[in-house]
């Protein structure tokens, strides 16, 4: 079994930052992707931003020069630094890891920014 456990999250007003954390354990053996997506109610789970085990990263259009992904493979962990943070980035964040062609996901946190 492998279970991520996410950190981080909270409220902040427009303008601040935050950082999330996202640490996987259990059974791995080695985690391809790891990213974030967020969801807000009666809405679709967003990508928001990936990263390959070589460091490539993705980045959905909206949070590009404003989020920053980042990973450490010896930890298991991902990372999201979000700066500039803007109300409409208002929403559950979601860790995931792919482990052998499966994604696994974190329990989800909530970021809220304030106008």
């Known amino acids: 079994q492998v279970q991520l456990v996410e950190s981080g999250g909270g409220l902040v007003q427009a303008g601040g930052s935050l950082r999330l954390s996202c640490a996987a354990s259990?059974?791995?053996?080695?985690?391809?992707?790891m990213g974030w997506f967020r969801q807000t109610p009666g809405k679709q789970r967003q990508l928001v931003a990936s990263i390959t085990s070589g460091g490539n990263t993705n980045y959905v259009d909206s949070v590009k020069g404003r989020f920053t992904i980042s990973r450490d493979n010896a930890k298991n962990t991902v990372y999201l630094q979000m700066n500039s943070l803007k109300p409409e980035d208002t929403a559950v964040y979601y860790c995931?890891?792919?482990?052998?062609?499966?994604?696994?996901w974190g329990q989800g946190t909530q970021v809220t920014v304030s106008s």
């Open positions: 259990g059974r791995i053996v080695s985690i391809n992707a």
């Open positions: 995931y890891a792919t482990i052998q062609w499966y994604n696994y």
